[in-house]
């Protein structure tokens, strides 16, 4: 018999596929506060929550025989995954139940722009007749930009599509083979934002793109263009897409999200006649709460059951005795990946895995899981787990190739990701230290010696004396400390490379100023 504690709403659809299995308890408490959940937590072998109840450590660690959390929904912010991956619980998150809903609330918003239909009813209903005031535009043969080209993006590209619109994609891992046989054409983003007469937004809200448009991209935009946020708040700037309102560069905006949630009453986005605001409906359908709610049901009666483990965000292996000899090298997988992943520039076209010595006895199949989870981490989040990775990574035209050499080389064990993009192919190369923790030895050419957590400033730079000093003064100015540096170069006289761990965040500010230091070449943040 499992025992399962269902602690937040959840549709009836979905609590009948839990009931349908008679070797299943299922308990519904939704009104549990901390303390109540952390008392009855200890009895249950699965817990199936959504956004409310927050699965802290302190609960994780009272859960003796819980095996699986479900997210009915895509984040797992409420989730503590590290002490769940400690603990040796499986979390598992519903990223597609809400796609069609999401999809089709963002080209209703498209629509409601081009023909002014809440505007509309709310001149009619003050009983006015004005039909001028409300002149419309066609869809038919304008240009649509897309700016994340998942599963939201596309389904949002299907329906243009079928309205007669081009369709623009700006996707760091949509391949044009994919994007073509779509009929849909792969354009970096100053290209769909200068090429579009309607811009949509569908990405995960990272470090990278909080305010991915601001200023600098409304003033490359069309004058007159109308842009759509269905995906998260903070990625549009709100003060930059005022002004471009205002100063007639966007003609319209539609937003189901914001910087700060719920709205305030008195936010000057509400003032403005030509903005369209919707308080977060994207997921609001009743079809997406099903769908959400049987999905999470299904995954968590099948991981149960024996049946396979699906959409799991901290999942590498289940076998004991196999996780304790793969557990550092998924680690350290994982790090390589999101390492080489914010290394390279371009468009992602192939991906290259080798592994060497005596960790090829083993079958290193959730090794390469977590390797393309990282490679796609810093872009998809919590879109992308362990299961999906390497699916996602094909659906998108990313190939995948995966080698083992018996043979030890310089290393007794070595993992080497290669990632070939359309503008470069970069190579870092990693093994465990003697305490099992994830070293990187290689980067491209460079033998190095580099702890790869935390806030990392990457330098390419001439091999010139008196570069670290200048370096380190520049951040003991801005007051950032330096944990480690490791060093690599080609020969004397030539290039070569500085890693910096650091103590505090890097701004883009800072970036710029470590640029200007002469002899650097290219200089980079990259956060694990």
Known sequence: MFKILVSDQLSEE???VLRAVKDFQVDVKTDLKPEGLKEII???????VRSATKVTGDIISSAKKLKYIGRAGVGLDNVDLEAATQKGVIAMNTPAGNTIST???????IL???RN???????????EWKRSKFMGVELYGKTLGIVGFGRIGSEVARRAIAFGMKILAFDPFLSKEVAESMGVEVAELAEVLRGSDYITVHTPLTDETRHLISHKEFSIMKKGVRLVNCARGGIIDEAALMEAVKSGVVSGAALDVFEAEPLAADSPLLKLDNVIITPHLGASTQEAQVNVAIEVAEIIRDALLGAGVRNAANYPCLEAEICKILNPYINLGEKLGMFTAQFVEGRFQEITITYSGEITAHNLTPVTMAIVKGVLSPILKETVNFVN??????ERGIRLRESKSLQEGEFVNLIELEIKTDKETKSVAGTLAANKQPRIVKIDEYYVELSPVGEMVFIQNWDKPGLVGSLGTLLGKLNINIAAMTFGRDRPDGKAINVLNVD????QDILEKVRKLENILIAKVIRL
């Open 42 to 48: 200890g009895d249950y072998d699965a817990l199936v």
């Open 504 to 507: 505090s965040p890097i701004s």
């Open 389 to 394: 990775a390497v699916s996602l990574a094909k």
């Open 14 to 16: 979905g609590l009948k």
């Open 117 to 127: 239909i809440p505007q509309a009813n709310a001149s009619m209903k003050k009983g």
């Open 103 to 109: 999809a089709e609330h963002t080209f209703s918003m």
């Open 112 to 114: 409601s722009l081009s």
